[in-house]
């Protein structure tokens, strides 16, 4: 059926990752302007985008069910819509080409909050190309930092660090802020109050995790994906996500009511068996726009200021929100321009070129910590950021596996991926791909680490404390000898200073011991 006709009007379009509430009184930031007798809604579900990694099915899942609630929304609204459903389009520039054959002329002009990925931009302007039409980029007003504020704050810097980063936001945006223009405390940063690893009988009892029962729409989502992405990863048991504005207000309130008074403390930590701990789950709502960040930091620091929560817990969350949120995405965005896209996704800094061992996608690791953190992102599509970062980020590290099969990996696996926000934390953060432009050192630990923050190694045939030998921890040999090939790179870098002292300190047969150990893992990952 074909669409229908405009002439002369403007096609909007709103992405799965742009569902900014809609209301009377605040309406979605690009249909503000709208004019319904001349203007389209356009949405599209593109086989495609579930396919560009092998994306987990309940991130398939909910994207589609988060998308057919706000285009019911605008209905019930009166806003006029075009929505495409899975199964006529291969991509967004096909179905977008498409509709702009059809309309032979009668779109003056296509507009976009600004995508939050660069490939999606591209195929969209691409398809605008091609059909003659102009294509209006806007900012997306969803971010606390445009892309040239952070811009005009990075200017020619070589190297960028969140810190400084964070500070200029907190002044800028007067959050934890006295009226003397200090810190609330007198410190920026309550780091150092929040990396307490568990007592030794675990986190102890654990408020109940917030489940949003699927409602029919959601139900013939969780269907169709079954059908049609049957092949993908994952499951879609117990599919429970906020798929509304109004779910994800509901969870946020339940975090900061139950969750935000031990989450400083107890952030860094991991125990087997408990994913959510005291962590938020609010990501792939703030991630799909179905909840506002002001909104989430306003609701923390007001706990705060009202005395519910100590403050290491509030600046801790808030630090994620305000600051690294927000630089991860300006990073994204001016790595992209100053790399080049293709340049930006291909980044190596150190490499690194191993495929992924199997058990990525399967989770039938030998080693425990690795064992439980996959098997409980292909069950749930989820894992906190230190199981991300400090166990399967840490590992691929170490053991040298290529930035980008590991970028598309998280890409595929986590409900709450989006390539602003996954990428740089991939490539920049967990695999210093980017080399020391936005962290100062590579995240590098040893099994000593795990140990100390988590009782996965209780469980686990390895040893932490042994990095050769039968029993040796792939972690704490692969340390070693990350440290050791990397030695020209990274040895003159003085936050490992401490690490690069200690490894001189062995003997030649000792590192050799350590060398040979280092490559017999590598020559056998797929058994670790």
Known sequence: MADPRLTGGTLRLILGDQLHPHTPHRPHPLLAD?????????????????RHVWSHKARIALFLAAMRHFAATLREAGVPLDYHRLGRYPTLEAALADTLARQGGGIARVTVLEPGDRRVLSGLAAACRQAGVALEVRPDPHFFCTGDDFAAWAGDKPQLRMEF???????????????????????????????????????????????????????????EVAATFADHPGGLEGFAWPVTPAQARVLLERFIADRLPYFGRYQDAMWQGEPVLWHSLLAAALNLKLL???????????????????????????????????????MYMRESRRRGDAGFAHSNHLGAERPLPAWFWTGQAQANCLAQTIRQTLALGYAHHIQRLMVTGNFALLAGLSPRAVADW?????????????????????????GPVMTSKPYCASGAYLKRMSNYCAGCRYRPDQAHGPRACPFTALY?????RNEDRLGGNPRLALAY???????????????????????????L
Not at 172 to 200: E, I, K, Q, S, Y
Not at 502 to 509: D, G, H, Q, T
Request: net charge negative; charged share 30%; glycine share 8%.
């Open 165 to 223: 980063f964070y500070r200029w936001m907190r002044r800028r945006h007067g959050v934890l802020m006295t009226t003397a223009g200090a810190p609330a405390g007198d410190r920026w940063n309550f780091d150092g109050d929040n990396r307490d690893a568990f007592p030794p009988d675990g986190p102890g009892p654990l408020p109940p995790v917030p489940r949003f029962a699927p409602d029919g729409t959601t139900r013939d989502v969780l269907d």
């Open 34 to 50: 709208l004019d319904p007798a001349r203007d389209r809604v356009w949405m599209a579900e593109a086989d495609g985008e579930a």
């Open 501 to 527: 002292r200690n490894l001189a300190r062995r003997s030649p047969e000792e590192r050799a011991a350590l060398r040979a150990a280092g490559e017999a893992m590598l020559a056998r990952l797929d058994d």
């Open 480 to 484: 070693w000898h990350f440290l050791d």
């Open 410 to 434: 998280y890409l595929a696996a986590y409900v709450d991926a989006v390539a602003w926000v996954e990428e740089p934390n991939t490539l920049g953060m967990a695999l210093f791909a980017l």
């Open 292 to 330: 506002d960040p002001r909104e989430v930091v306003d609701a923390a620091e007001t706990t705060w200021r009202e005395g519910r929560v100590p403050l290491a817990a509030a600046e801790g969350f808030i630090r994620q929100i305000l600051g690294w949120r927000e630089f991860v995405r300006g």
